[in-house]
């Protein structure tokens, strides 16, 4: 059995399954070597399925797809679903879908699910799978249309569940935001996440470098 105290592997991958800049910029805090692959997967919702539900369902998909291409690796996947009412908020891809987001969230709570899987395709591992939905509560200004346009028209977050990048300009929507994980908006929960690296052995002080690209 691989416990945290098990000397991690030289050989061993960690593996972030996910194309998304922010995720990457997240990860890389830990200094902790690790590549990227893109799990190109269906993320449409299932009829019926609540917002949390799919972005658990999606994070474990994601992770799961891509260990199994990389036998011995550790891989994390996450998925972000938004919810007004249990009503589910996607990635606008384009500016209108975008101002109609902003424009119907504006003034009121929106739930972000940031749901968090980890993987461990090595051998005998203790951990296989880990898996946890990390809310975060927003509540947006209730700002004038000529408003919100502009803020798309500077930073177009077109890829950005919500329509908004809180890691930018996009805090300025925001009147204030409740969650036990401040990265967890941001879209990938590393508070949540260290402590499962950790169950998998992932040291984070050793002046060794644990992990190999």
């Given at each position: 059995?691989?416990?945290?105290?098990?000397?991690?592997?030289?050989?061993?991958?960690?593996?972030?399954?996910?194309?998304?800049?922010?995720?990457?910029?997240?990860?890389?805090?830990?200094?902790?070597?690790?590549?990227?692959?893109?799990?190109?997967?269906?993320?449409?919702?299932?009829?019926?399925?609540?917002?949390?539900?799919?972005?658990?369902?999606?994070?474990?998909?994601?992770?799961?797809?891509?260990?199994?291409?990389?036998?011995?690796?550790?891989?994390?996947?996450?998925?972000?679903?938004?919810?007004?009412?249990?009503?589910?908020i996607g990635k606008p891809g384009n500016h209108?879908?975008?101002?109609?987001?902003?424009?119907?969230?504006?003034?009121?709570?929106?739930?972000?699910?940031?749901?968090?899987?980890?993987?461990?395709?090595?051998?005998?591992?203790?951990?296989?799978?880990?898996?946890?939905?990390?809310?975060?509560?927003?509540?947006?200004?209730?700002?004038?249309?000529?408003?919100?346009?502009?803020?798309?028209?500077?930073?177009?977050?077109?890829?950005?569940a919500g329509s908004a990048k809180n890691e930018?300009?996009?805090?300025?929507?925001?009147?204030?935001?409740?969650?036990?994980?401040?990265?967890?908006?941001?879209?990938?929960?590393?508070?949540?996440?260290?402590?499962?690296?950790?169950?998998?052995?992932?040291?984070?002080?050793?002046?060794?470098?644990p992990l190999s690209r």
């Amino acid at each position: 059995m691989l416990s945290s105290d098990t000397p991690f592997s030289s050989s061993a991958r960690l593996i972030l399954a996910s194309g998304s800049v922010y995720r990457q910029e997240l990860l890389q805090r830990l200094q902790i070597p690790f590549s990227c692959v893109s799990p190109n997967i269906d993320e449409t919702p299932l009829p019926g399925e609540l917002p949390q539900e799919t972005a658990l369902r999606l994070a474990q998909q994601k992770a799961q797809h891509v260990a199994r291409q990389h036998a011995g690796s550790i891989v994390i996947g996450s998925d972000q679903v938004a919810a007004l009412d249990q009503l589910q908020i996607g990635k606008p891809g384009n500016h209108q879908r975008a101002l109609e987001q902003l424009m119907l969230m504006r003034g009121r709570e929106v739930i972000f699910h940031t749901a968090l899987c980890v993987t461990d395709s090595r051998e005998h591992a203790e951990h296989p799978v880990q898996l946890v939905n990390v809310q975060t509560r927003v509540t947006m200004r209730n700002l004038p249309e000529h408003e919100l346009d502009a803020y798309l028209r500077i930073e177009q977050p077109y890829d950005c569940a919500g329509s908004a990048k809180n890691e930018g300009l996009g805090i300025a929507l925001l009147e204030s935001v409740v969650s036990d994980d401040p990265t967890a908006l941001t879209g990938l929960p590393m508070i949540a996440l260290t402590g499962m690296l950790r169950r998998c052995g992932v040291p984070f002080f050793s002046t060794a470098q644990p992990l190999s690209r």
